[in-house]
């Protein structure tokens, strides 16, 4: 059967064959696996399914049906709507709550080297519009699990909150297609609310920061191994590190709810 590269999501090589998909394995796919094993035990929808390894050591995942932004821009609208954002909210905390009860194996690997503990979830790390799947008017799930890991859930959060809402540099989101700048305050809320958040609000603009510094710095400690598909990511590390500078000119009023 005829391999069909596939555009949505960020990872490099991915083809469908059928109703399954076959991506290159990294020292982490199997721990990553564990995790997607938990999901479809625990009934979680949203995630694909593992079916194992093919004859050149892929991993094989079944198929999410619908759309993806692949390569478009500007964006479709669908990311910006509000039912997308109550969608992803919800999809994200089911998520947390599944992976609550999941304790890896005391030698898992994951993308980011960090061990877990009592406390952590298991969070996707990359749940932007790039790798969600839409189909009609809802939100089918998620692809491209190779950053998931052990971390606190605001890690995330934070990460939808910076892509979705979306709170990314300015120049970034126009781009993509959002202009609705005034709308970002009640667009946040939105999302904090349909996840059930419960910290403090006025410090969830330290995390966002955080989580967008963090980012850059895995992209600059990458590049800076010299090779050239890292060194092609710095401009992204930019735009993190802008977005970051308009971040804190925002008003601390910005992340209190009305």
């Known amino acids: 059967m005829d391999e069909q590269p596939l555009t949505g999501g960020r990872h490099v090589?991915?083809?469908?064959?059928?109703?399954?998909?076959?991506?290159?394995?990294?020292?982490?796919?199997r721990s990553v696996h564990t995790v997607l094993a938990h999901l479809e035990k625990v009934g979680f929808e949203g995630a694909p399914r593992v079916l194992g390894f093919d004859e050149q050591g892929?991993?094989?995942?079944?198929?999410?049906?619908?759309?993806?932004?692949?390569?478009?821009?500007?964006?479709?609208?669908?990311?910006?709507?509000?039912?997308?954002?109550?969608?992803?909210?919800?999809?994200?905390?089911?998520?947390?709550?599944?992976?609550?009860?999941?304790?890896?194996?005391?030698?898992?690997?994951?993308?980011?080297?960090?061990?877990?503990?009592?406390?952590?979830?298991i969070t996707h790390n990359d749940a932007s519009p790039?790798?969600?799947?839409?189909q009609g008017d809802d939100l089918v799930g998620f692809v491209d699990w190779d950053t998931a890991g052990p971390f606190p859930r605001e890690r995330d959060?934070?990460?939808?909150?910076?892509?979705?809402?979306?709170?990314?540099?300015?120049?970034?989101?126009?781009?993509?297609?959002?202009?609705?700048?005034d709308d970002r305050h009640r667009r946040l809320h939105l999302l904090l609310d349909?996840?059930?958040?419960?910290?403090?609000?006025?410090?969830?603009?330290?995390?966002v920061a955080d989580r967008a510094l963090r980012n850059a710095e895995v992209i600059r400690r990458l590049a800076a191994g010299g090779e050239p598909s890292h060194r092609a990511l710095?401009?992204?590390?930019?735009?993190?590190?802008?977005?970051?500078t308009e971040l804190e000119a925002l008003p601390p009023s910005f992340w209190v709810r009305d």
Do not use: K, M
């Open 234 to 244: 710095l401009p992204f590390a930019a735009n993190l590190e802008q977005a970051v």
């Open 13 to 29: 090589g991915a083809v469908r064959i059928g109703e399954t998909v076959h991506r290159t394995a990294n020292p982490w796919t």
């Open 194 to 207: 349909a996840y059930g958040y419960e910290g403090d609000r006025s410090t969830f603009g330290l995390e």
């Open 130 to 134: 790039y790798n969600a799947v839409w």
């Open 157 to 181: 959060l934070a990460y939808c909150a910076l892509t979705w809402v979306p709170l990314h540099a300015r120049h970034v989101v126009t781009a993509q297609g959002f202009t609705a700048f």
């Open 58 to 121: 892929r991993e094989v995942l079944t198929y999410l049906h619908g759309d993806t932004i692949g390569e478009q821009h500007p964006w479709p609208a669908w990311p910006w709507t509000d039912r997308a954002l109550t969608q992803v909210g919800a999809w994200l905390r089911r998520l947390h709550d599944a992976t609550a009860s999941f304790v890896p194996e005391p030698d898992a690997v994951w993308f980011v080297a960090r061990p877990w503990q009592p406390g952590l979830v």
